[in-house]
């Protein structure tokens, strides 16, 4: 992050202008449950143990050699950060209401209303990495728990079990691959995968009614071996009333958490929303 914010700073510097504009606030994505009011880490999966108690805006302040002041240090989630960057110029541009899915090395969502985040009151709102899922009962979760969505959809989690059933290990890009060449075990294992996050988006779907759905990340980029089975879950388990609702391609790849994260900060100096 502080090297992100030089270069930052080195990129104002020679601009051609006049007068360099002055960094005002610094807007962050990160792993782990942020309490936005004070940029702390809460919580975070086994992955980034160590993550957790983090004060985002103390460290940064706390570096030898920087002036931040009273500069704002405004902490997200990533796929929170991600949720806004879609909202604001992405997919989701224009809508009242957005869930956001970023399918990757794991499994995050988001939720945007009026193009606000609700965090919920515990700032875990949207995590849908950690819903009890169907056909993950066996399956472990980055948190250590059995039966949760990320275990079973999320890239790493699709070579494990590919590993697990075959004895041959890959990693997400070769079990892609090897479906596009008709592996059948790869293609049953994305299929199952991508079934699994459209049980948990239609159930979402029920309970929030948003406009749309956008989605993405990495996984999301393999095209119609993973969207086709993922669509067809959803229009099977979801209600007919609200079988319409968009399942949309993200589309600003992975300038997205940069973006939110620069709006979050906007809004916080404005108190209101960038146009």
């Known amino acids: 992050m502080a090297d992100a914010i030089d270069q930052a700073?080195?990129?104002?510097?020679?601009n051609g202008l006049e007068k360099a504009p002055e960094i005002v606030a610094v807007g962050i994505g990160t792993a782990g449950v942020v309490d936005t009011?004070?940029?702390?880490?809460?919580?975070?999966?086994?992955?980034?143990?160590?993550?957790?108690?983090?004060?985002?805006?103390?460290?940064?302040?706390?570096?030898?050699?920087?002036?931040?002041?009273?500069?704002?240090v405004i902490g997200n989630n990533d796929v929170d950060?991600?949720?806004?960057?879609?909202?604001?110029?992405?997919?989701?541009?224009?809508?009242?209401?957005?869930?956001?899915?970023a399918v990757g090395t794991g499994v995050g969502g988001a939720l945007v209303f009026g193009g606000e985040l609700w965090?919920?009151?515990?700032?875990?709102?949207?995590?849908?990495?950690?819903?009890?899922?169907p056909g993950a009962s066996n399956l472990r979760c980055a948190c250590g728990r059995l039966g949760h969505l990320e275990g079973?959809?999320?890239?790493?989690?699709?070579?494990?079990?590919?590993?697990?059933?075959?004895?041959?290990?890959?990693?997400?890009r070769e079990l892609f691959q090897r479906a596009g060449n008709g592996d059948p075990t790869a293609r049953w294992v994305?299929?199952?995968?991508?079934?699994?996050?459209?049980?948990?988006?239609?159930?979402?779907?029920?309970a929030i009614?948003?406009?749309?759905?956008?989605?993405?990340?990495?996984?999301?980029?393999?095209?119609?071996?993973?969207?086709r089975p993922l669509r067809n879950s959803f229009q099977s388990e979801v209600i007919d009333v609200l079988a319409d609702v968009p399942l949309l391609p993200a589309t600003l790849g992975g300038d997205a958490p940069v973006i939110g994260a620069a709006r979050a900060a906007y809004s916080h100096l404005l108190g209101g929303l960038p146009t």
């Open 190 to 206: 994305i299929d199952e995968a991508a079934a699994g996050l459209g049980r948990v988006l239609a159930g979402l779907a029920v």
């Open 209 to 227: 009614d948003p406009e749309a759905i956008v989605i993405g990340g990495g996984v999301s980029e393999a095209g119609d071996l993973w969207w």
């Open 152 to 172: 079973l959809a999320a890239g790493p989690a699709m070579a494990r079990r590919y590993t697990h059933e075959t004895g041959h290990r890959v990693d997400g």
């Open 119 to 133: 965090t919920g009151s515990r700032f875990v709102a949207g995590e849908l990495g950690h819903v009890p899922t």
């Open 37 to 72: 009011a004070t940029s702390r880490i809460l919580s975070s999966t086994e992955t980034f143990a160590d993550w957790v108690g983090t004060d985002l805006g103390a460290d940064l302040r706390a570096i030898p050699g920087w002036a931040l002041g009273d500069i704002p």
């Open 81 to 101: 950060a991600h949720a806004l960057g879609e909202a604001w110029l992405g997919a989701g541009a224009g809508l009242g209401s957005m869930v956001m899915v």
């Open 9 to 14: 700073r080195h990129s104002l510097d020679h």
